[in-house]
């Protein structure tokens, strides 16, 4: 039943490691997404895919490196983890259309960084 | 840059009564949304509004929009204790991406 689902839901671990977030849509949507929300909730776009391809990369660090192996899955992996990287991290979903684009978001990644 | 600015950034209000949050913009913009986040949840879509439109009603929810001003309005009425969330207005502009706002803040007391 759920629509954007995102693993692991906590993720905690020593600066300098590197992890993976893994996030699935079953909605047939063709973009999805991955956003970083800071401590002050402030919603920042990271990147886009569309239909497996990149579209959107903001000036993210390139320890972060978004995989998609399929239009239904976009992952997030991120070598030498820092302090600062400890955010929320939510993918979404949609297909925009006219303009117009409705995104779903999975339930966020909290990623603490020791 | 960021787009959107919600106002003000923390509303508290009594069960029954209206909540009002607004968002300002500082570009063009094709259409504005607002989405609400429940405490540890993901966002989710409440409405979208266009450009050509100056007022959109879905339930309790009344949202305007004023291009001349750029800015927005969210009216949720008779407010309830489960209304209790943060509310962002993302605006689009065509084939950029979504930009958040900061969010309002609102606790609803019972």
């Known amino acids: 039943d759920t629509a954007v689902s995102q693993t692991p839901k906590y993720l905690v671990t020593q600066m300098g490691n590197d992890k993976s977030i893994k996030c699935e849509q079953n909605?047939?949507?063709?973009?999805m997404y991955w956003y970083k929300q800071d401590s002050k909730k402030f919603l920042k776009i990271m990147f886009s895919?569309?239909?497996?391809?990149?579209?959107i990369n903001e000036t993210v660090p390139n320890r972060f490196s978004p995989k998609s192996p399929d239009k239904a899955h976009l992952n997030l992996h991120i070598n030498s983890l820092e302090l600062g990287d400890s955010a929320v991290y939510f993918c979404?979903?949609?297909?925009?259309?006219?303009?117009?684009?409705?995104?779903?978001f999975g339930p966020g990644t909290r990623l603490t960084v020791l | 840059s960021q787009q959107g600015e919600e106002d003000p950034q923390a509303l508290s209000i009594q069960e029954g009564e209206n909540a009002t949050m607004n968002c300002s913009y500082k570009?063009?913009?094709?259409?504005l949304q607002w989405y609400r986040q429940n405490s540890g949840r993901g966002l989710v879509h409440l409405i979208l509004?266009?450009?050509?439109?100056r007022e959109k009603h879905s339930g309790r929810l009344r949202v305007t929009l004023d291009t001349s001003k750029k800015s927005s309005s969210l009216l949720i009425t008779a407010s309830r204790a489960a209304d209790t969330a943060s509310y962002f207005c993302?605006?689009?502009?065509?084939?950029?991406?979504?930009?958040f706002g900061k969010g309002t803040r609102l606790s609803v007391i019972a």
């Open positions: 979404a979903s949609s297909t925009p259309r006219g303009g117009e684009d409705t995104q779903y």
């Open positions: 909605l047939g949507h063709d973009t």
């Open positions: 895919y569309n239909n497996k391809e990149l579209i």
């Open positions: 570009t063009s913009i094709n259409n």
């Open positions: 509004i266009r450009s050509n439109e």
């Open positions: 993302a605006t689009g502009s065509g084939n950029t991406p979504l930009v």
